[in-house]
């Protein structure tokens, strides 16, 4: 079959003997081989064949396939997205190969962030797992089915650090530390392109938004960021740097500005920066829309320079608008746009399809007609063990007053709460091809694990909200979220007379999906009110109240903190949610997670994250003082702390211990730790190193992440943990932009979260 398209598309172009000899396949997958026939490609394109492999196009109500098929025909599509079964694949790729001149393969993206069918858990409870091998696990799962369904390419993953938990989008992503989301989003771009983003079941990984999207002001969506450049290369930028090194062939550009110039118009981020000095070769992507709105940003006063500035800057391909189509003909031909800067764009959007293997064979992730599934949706498809075991190590135990948990399984237990049962929650926003009827709820995931031993009595309790104006919110494009028409307190008295009969209580509350999603910002991060009023119907029958959280961001729980006997933080958790909690809960599953982000205790102290700049006056929680850097209104510091969760057992760490107390420029030191499970049951935990620069050229952070590892430890047991430090450790950017590790002596802080650890010195030469 390779044989026969490749031979099929070299007919088609009648081209000279020597081009066609090039076209015969299977073409070397090395990138001298693909720049020779991109070029020899590019040599027999008219200009508006070029400018259609730069169109990105949605399929939606307003481009229907129809219409989209038309296109394909005349060349003016260059890869789809929003098409996810085989057929609709295979019939615009036959469109193709079948009628369009030259027939260049499309290639077909989408959206899997945590999971194409298989939904695991949002990349916020990843991160909460601080366990590579699971993120691995997740893209490798992902990747697979995303190629099963014919899909070459993914916007994932989102590697945007925030400090904003107003920010939406935060569930999107792997929390507020640099060095995490570094890790993380390298893990799944290595996970999900394999060896080769041509291989059958891997995927070309986009990773978004570049850049610093996370950091914009006031947690709303879409809005500006202004940060010096410091900031900018020391906090938010390693993470997509880190995501390039690891082989990310696409870049989505993010829509936000960045002091004050638009991402989509910024020749600097893009070329200077990102092709310049991150020598990246693969393709850029606008996000949705985001050329027409360089308008609205002040920056293009008409369609027609909004193009030329966004072509000019760096955008190789333009997602779901009809802008390049329409007006880049006309700006070559005033010579606005040159002839060798549209080759430039068009010749990344080749170079990635020959890299995903398309020149090869065009049905590569699709394979025979006969082989199409014949139920999309078939649970054959699935993955659910995978999906349980990352949904497990994604939990963080945040309380647990008099060992309330784990729960007994002969026990009659009250479940409560408006997320108690809803499938299409606990799958959480960016759910891709998931279906909601297959994912496992709360309810059925203990009634699962009780297996009639115990009983399980259940009551919604209250609506998500009672405010008609976020009810319409979240149901503005879907039935997203069911409103029950009866009173809160009929729904009130209903949970309390179940509460009455039961041992204890479990309330399930937190967020809808869409309240933690795209233009979901809040600017409150409290429960709705019908859920606060539940807590506190259901904490005065005396019951134990255990209270299990699904949400996409930080929330401040002070409230409900001094309500609950215990508290299980669960995030979104996938598919396979219902059962995984149920797996905690009931204690056939040790918690192991740790927070990503700072719990803030209010709005009012945001932005908290735990690796801030020291000022020169502290404050001393032991010896408060007035003329200080605090608020007198309230307790100061975060609720619970970057690094934070609790297990079924008990850890001790003993001592640092430095290999040496020096660090030579061009050498290493190593500093240990002895973790000891001094509890009655197994458990795993994650053993964290910070770094300290305590007198450098600027103010460095009071402390930052700079290592971690995932231990399991059996009751009694105990392990050595060892962390080798050297000079880039140390490295940060300096005040005339250099990056550098200066010499002095540096803290060592190594714990099982970000507040409670030992601490060491060394000395860097």
Same mark, same amino acid.
């Given at each position: 079959?390779?044989?026969?398209?490749?031979?099929?598309?070299?007919?088609?172009?009648?081209?000279?003997?020597?081009?066609?000899?090039?076209?015969?396949?299977?073409?070397?997958?090395?990138?001298?081989?693909?720049?020779?026939?991109?070029?020899?490609?590019?040599?027999?394109?008219?200009?508006?064949?070029?400018?259609?492999?730069?169109?990105?196009?949605?399929?939606?109500?307003?481009?229907?396939?129809?219409?989209?098929?038309?296109?394909?025909?005349?060349?003016?599509?260059?890869?789809?997205?929003?098409?996810?079964?085989?057929?609709?694949?295979?019939?615009?790729?036959?469109?193709?190969?079948?009628?369009?001149?030259?027939?260049?393969?499309?290639?077909?993206?989408?959206?899997?962030?945590?999971?194409?069918?298989?939904?695991?858990?949002?990349?916020?409870?990843?991160?909460?797992?601080?366990?590579?091998?699971?993120?691995?696990?997740?893209?490798?799962?992902?990747?697979?089915?995303?190629?099963?369904?014919?899909?070459?390419?993914?916007?994932?993953?989102?590697?945007?650090?925030?400090?904003?938990?107003?920010?939406?989008?935060?569930?999107?992503?792997?929390?507020?530390?640099?060095?995490?989301?570094?890790?993380?989003?390298?893990?799944?771009?290595?996970?999900?392109?394999?060896?080769?983003?041509?291989?059958?079941?891997?995927?070309?990984?986009?990773?978004?938004?570049?850049?610093?999207?996370?950091?914009?002001?006031?947690?709303?969506?879409?809005?500006?960021?202004?940060?010096?450049?410091?900031?900018?290369?020391?906090?938010?930028?390693?993470?997509?740097?880190?995501?390039?090194?690891?082989?990310?062939?696409?870049?989505?550009?993010?829509?936000?500005?960045?002091?004050?110039?638009?991402?989509?118009?910024?020749?600097?981020?893009?070329?200077?920066?990102?092709?310049?000095?991150?020598?990246?070769?693969?393709?850029?992507?606008?996000?949705?829309?985001?050329?027409?709105?360089?308008?609205?940003?002040?920056?293009?006063?008409?369609?027609?320079?909004?193009?030329?500035?966004?072509?000019?800057?760096?955008?190789?391909?333009?997602?779901?608008?009809?802008?390049?189509?329409?007006?880049?003909?006309?700006?070559?031909?005033?010579?606005?746009?040159?002839?060798?800067?549209?080759?430039?764009?068009?010749?990344?959007?080749?170079?990635?399809?020959?890299?995903?293997?398309?020149?090869?064979?065009?049905?590569?992730?699709?394979?025979?007609?006969?082989?199409?599934?014949?139920?999309?949706?078939?649970?054959?498809?699935?993955?659910?063990?995978?999906?349980?075991?990352?949904?497990?190590?994604?939990?963080?135990?945040?309380?647990?007053?008099?060992?309330?948990?784990?729960?007994?399984?002969?026990?009659?237990?009250?479940?409560?709460?408006?997320?108690?049962?809803?499938?299409?929650?606990?799958?959480?926003?960016?759910?891709?091809?998931?279906?909601?009827?297959?994912?496992?709820?709360?309810?059925?995931?203990?009634?699962?694990?009780?297996?009639?031993?115990?009983?399980?009595?259940?009551?919604?309790?209250?609506?998500?909200?009672?405010?008609?104006?976020?009810?319409?919110?979240?149901?503005?494009?879907?039935?997203?979220?069911?409103?029950?028409?009866?009173?809160?307190?009929?729904?009130?008295?209903?949970?309390?007379?179940?509460?009455?009969?039961?041992?204890?209580?479990?309330?399930?509350?937190?967020?809808?999906?869409?309240?933690?999603?795209?233009?979901?910002?809040?600017?409150?991060?409290?429960?709705?009110?019908?859920?606060?009023?539940?807590?506190?119907?259901?904490?005065?029958?005396?019951?134990?109240?255990?209270?299990?959280?699904?949400?996409?961001?930080?929330?401040?729980?002070?409230?409900?903190?001094?309500?609950?006997?215990?508290?299980?933080?669960?995030?979104?958790?996938?598919?396979?949610?219902?059962?995984?909690?149920?797996?905690?809960?009931?204690? @056939?599953?040790?918690? %192991?997670?740790?927070? +990503? $982000?700072?719990?803030? /205790?209010?709005?009012?102290? #945001?932005? =908290?994250?735990?690796?801030?700049?020291?000022?020169?006056?502290?404050?001393?929680?032991?010896?408060?003082?007035?003329?200080?850097?605090?608020?007198?209104?309230?307790?100061?510091?975060?609720?619970?702390?970057?690094?934070?969760?609790?297990?079924?057992?008990?850890?001790?760490?003993?001592?640092?211990?430095?290999?040496?107390?020096?660090?030579?420029?061009?050498?290493?030191?190593?500093?240990?730790?002895?973790?000891?499970?001094?509890?009655?049951?197994?458990?795993?935990?994650?053993?964290?190193?910070?770094?300290? @620069?305590?007198?450098? %050229?600027?103010?460095? +952070? $009071?402390?930052?992440? /700079?290592?971690?590892?995932? #231990?399991? =430890?059996?009751?009694?047991?105990?392990?050595?943990?060892?962390?080798?430090?050297?000079?880039?450790?140390?490295?940060?950017?300096?005040?005339?932009?250099?990056?550098?590790?200066?010499?002095?002596?540096?803290?060592?802080?190594?714990?099982?979260?970000?507040?409670?650890?030992?601490?060491?010195?060394?000395?860097?030469?």
């Amino acid at each position: 079959m390779k044989w026969i398209y490749s031979v099929s598309l070299a007919v088609s172009l009648a081209m000279q003997p020597a081009f066609a000899d090039t076209l015969s396949g299977p073409h070397p997958m090395t990138e001298q081989a693909r720049d020779a026939y991109v070029n020899q490609l590019l040599s027999k394109m008219t200009l508006d064949e070029k400018i259609g492999q730069m169109r990105l196009i949605s399929v939606g109500p307003d481009t229907p396939k129809e219409a989209i098929r038309d296109m394909i025909q005349h060349g003016q599509v260059g890869a789809i997205f929003n098409t996810v079964t085989r057929p609709d694949i295979r019939a615009m790729q036959d469109q193709v190969m079948q009628l369009s001149r030259l027939k260049i393969p499309l290639f077909f993206a989408y959206d899997v962030v945590h999971g194409q069918r298989t939904i695991f858990p949002i990349p916020l409870g990843l991160a909460s797992s601080w366990d590579l091998d699971a993120v691995s696990e997740v893209g490798r799962v992902s990747a697979y089915e995303a190629a099963d369904d014919g899909l070459n390419m993914t916007w994932a993953p989102m590697v945007d650090v925030t400090r904003e938990p107003r920010w939406g989008r935060g569930s999107e992503g792997f929390g507020e530390d640099t060095f995490l989301t570094s890790q993380m989003g390298s893990t799944m771009v290595k996970a999900m392109q394999g060896k080769s983003a041509a291989d059958r079941y891997a995927v070309m990984t986009s990773v978004k938004h570049f850049a610093a999207y996370g950091a914009v002001e006031g947690g709303r969506d879409y809005n500006t960021v202004d940060m010096s450049p410091q900031r900018l290369f020391q906090d938010y930028l390693p993470p997509y740097k880190a995501s390039l090194d690891a082989g990310s062939g696409g870049v989505m550009v993010a829509l936000n500005s960045l002091n004050g110039t638009p991402a989509t118009a910024d020749s600097w981020l893009l070329k200077d920066l990102l092709r310049g000095e991150w020598k990246f070769k693969g393709i850029t992507i606008s996000d949705h829309g985001a050329i027409k709105e360089l308008i609205k940003h002040g920056v293009a006063s008409d369609p027609q320079e909004a193009v030329r500035i966004a072509l000019k800057s760096g955008i190789d391909m333009s997602m779901s608008d009809e802008y390049y189509s329409k007006y880049l003909p006309g700006l070559v031909k005033s010579g606005a746009v040159t002839m060798a800067e549209i080759d430039d764009a068009a010749r990344h959007v080749l170079n990635v399809k020959y890299d995903m293997g398309l020149f090869n064979d065009p049905y590569s992730h699709l394979g025979p007609k006969g082989s199409d599934p014949q139920d999309t949706n078939a649970e054959s498809r699935l993955h659910r063990a995978e999906a349980r075991d990352v949904a497990r190590k994604s939990m963080v135990l945040l309380k647990n007053w008099r060992e309330t948990l784990p729960l007994k399984k002969t026990a009659t237990v009250a479940l409560v709460g408006p997320l108690a049962d809803s499938q299409r929650d606990i799958m959480g926003s960016w759910s891709a091809a998931g279906v909601a009827k297959q994912s496992i709820t709360l309810l059925q995931g203990m009634r699962n694990a009780m297996n009639g031993k115990g009983t399980v009595l259940y009551a919604k309790g209250a609506n998500i909200s009672d405010n008609k104006g976020i009810q319409n919110f979240l149901n503005l494009y879907e039935q997203a979220v069911s409103v029950d028409t009866r009173t809160p307190q009929q729904m009130i008295d209903e949970a309390v007379a179940q509460a009455k009969k039961a041992d204890v209580v479990v309330a399930a509350v937190g967020e809808a999906q869409g309240m933690a999603h795209e233009a979901s910002s809040r600017s409150e991060l409290a429960l709705p009110a019908s859920q606060q009023k539940l807590l506190a119907a259901l904490k005065a029958t005396g019951k134990p109240l255990v209270i299990v959280l699904m949400n996409g961001r930080a929330l401040t729980l002070v409230n409900e903190d001094k309500l609950a006997d215990a508290m299980l933080e669960t995030w979104f958790s996938g598919t396979e949610g219902g059962n995984a909690i149920a797996d905690v809960l009931f204690g @056939d599953y040790n918690p %192991s997670g740790k927070l +990503p $982000v700072t719990f803030p /205790r209010s709005v009012g102290q #945001i932005p =908290l994250y735990y690796n801030h700049l020291p000022t020169g006056r502290p404050y001393n929680f032991e010896k408060p003082n007035k003329y200080t850097s605090h608020y007198y209104d309230a307790i100061n510091g975060p609720l619970y702390p970057f690094g934070y969760g609790l297990s079924y057992t008990t850890f001790t760490v003993s001592p640092v211990k430095m290999s040496s107390r020096t660090l030579p420029r061009n050498g290493t030191v190593e500093a240990s730790v002895t973790v000891t499970n001094t509890g009655k049951r197994a458990g795993a935990t994650v053993v964290q190193m910070y770094l300290n @620069d305590p007198v450098a %050229s600027l103010s460095r +952070p $009071v402390q930052e992440l /700079r290592g971690f590892k995932r #231990i399991m =430890l059996q009751a009694g047991e105990s392990q050595t943990v060892r962390f080798k430090i050297d000079a880039e450790a140390l490295k940060f950017w300096n005040q005339k932009m250099q990056h550098v590790a200066e010499p002095g002596k540096f803290n060592v802080m190594i714990g099982l979260d970000s507040v409670r650890t030992q601490d060491a010195q060394f000395d860097y030469l």
